[in-house]
C-alpha cells in the first residue's frame, strides 16, 4: 500500500514482491463532449507551471524521477510524455493512452513527470482544468470499437484487449483503464484518471507489475498530494 507518511513519495507493494514504475501516457480518449466553453476554460489556467511541477510525486518506491518534471502547453507535454502512438485502428491506440480528451484540454498548463523502477515504467500528469474543462476532459467513454486493438512491436503484430471502468475513492470522478496483450503476458498497462477541483490527473503503470491495484494505490496518493499542494 502506500506509505500516506510520504508525501512526496508513492509506495506501492506487489505480488509478486517487486518494484514498479509510472509511465506517462498522455493521448486521448474520444469524446463528443467537447465545446469551445471547455476549451475556452481550459485556457483560464488557475494555476502556473511552477505551481502544478511541485504537486507532483517526487519519488517512487524510493527512486526519483527518470528526469526534472516538464511543465508547459498540455498538448506538447502529453504528447513529449506519452511517446510515438501507434497502431490500428489509429483512433484507438491514442484512445487507450490515459483515457483524457486532448480537445478539452487544449491550450491548458500542465506538468508531468516519468520513473523508471524495476522493469517497470511509472508516470504522472497534472493540468490546470478550471470550470467545464475538467468535466470534458473525464466525460469521453472508449468507443466499443476499440475493446480490441493491433499494434507491431518487435517486428510482430500483436493483439491488444482494452477495458475501461468508474471508480469511486479518488477526486470527484476518476476511471480507470487496463490495456493487455490478448494472448497474455507481462506487456501490460494500467491508467487511472481523476478530476480535482480546477485540475486533472492522470497516473500510469506499465510493465511486468502493472495492476489495478498498483494504479489505484498510486492514484490516490497522487491526488491526495495534488489536492495538498494546488488548494
Known amino acids: 500500500m502506500l506509505d500516506g507518511r510520504r508525501r512526496h513519495t508513492a509506495i506501492l507493494l506487489l505480488a509478486p514482491a517487486a518494484v514498479v514504475g509510472v509511465s506517462l501516457a498522455g493521448c486521448t480518449s474520444s469524446s463528443s463532449h467537447s465545446t469551445s466553453a471547455s476549451l475556452s476554460a481550459a485556457k483560464g489556467d488557475s ?17 526519483g524521477a527518470a528526469s526534472a518534471a516538464a511543465s508547459g502547453d498540455y498538448t506538447a507535454i502529453a504528447a513529449k510524455a506519452g511517446g510515438s ?16 480528451d486532448s480537445a478539452a484540454l487544449a491550450g491548458a498548463t500542465a506538468a508531468a513527470v516519468t ?41 510482430k503484430s500483436v493483439s491488444y484487449s482494452v477495458t475501461e471502468s468508474s471508480l469511486t ?20 498497462l494500467w491508467s487511472l484518471v481523476y478530476r480535482g ?35
Open 85 to 100: 502512438v501507434d497502431g490500428t485502428p489509429k483512433a484507438c491506440a491514442e484512445a487507450v493512452q490515459t483515457g483524457l
Open 197 to 231: 477541483a480546477g485540475f486533472v490527473g492522470a497516473v500510469t503503470v506499465a510493465g511486468p507489475n502493472a495492476s489495478q491495484t498498483a494504479v489505484r494505490e498510486l492514484g490516490q496518493q497522487a491526488y491526495a498530494y495534488a489536492v495538498k499542494s494546488l488548494s
Open 115 to 155: 520513473f523508471k523502477v524495476g522493469g517497470n515504467d511509472v508516470s504522472e500528469l497534472v493540468a490546470a482544468a478550471p470550470g467545464a474543462a475538467a468535466t470534458s476532459a473525464l466525460a469521453g467513454r472508449l468507443p466499443a470499437a476499440c475493446a480490441h486493438y493491433k499494434k507491431t512491436v518487435d517486428g
Open 47 to 63: 494555476f502556473s507551471a511552477a505551481k502544478l511541477r511541485a504537486a507532483l510525486l517526487t519519488r517512487v518506491n524510493g527512486v
Open 169 to 188: 475513492g479518488i477526486g470527484k470522478q476518476a476511471k480507470v483503464m487496463s490495456v493487455g496483450p490478448a494472448a497474455g503476458g507481462s506487456d501490460d
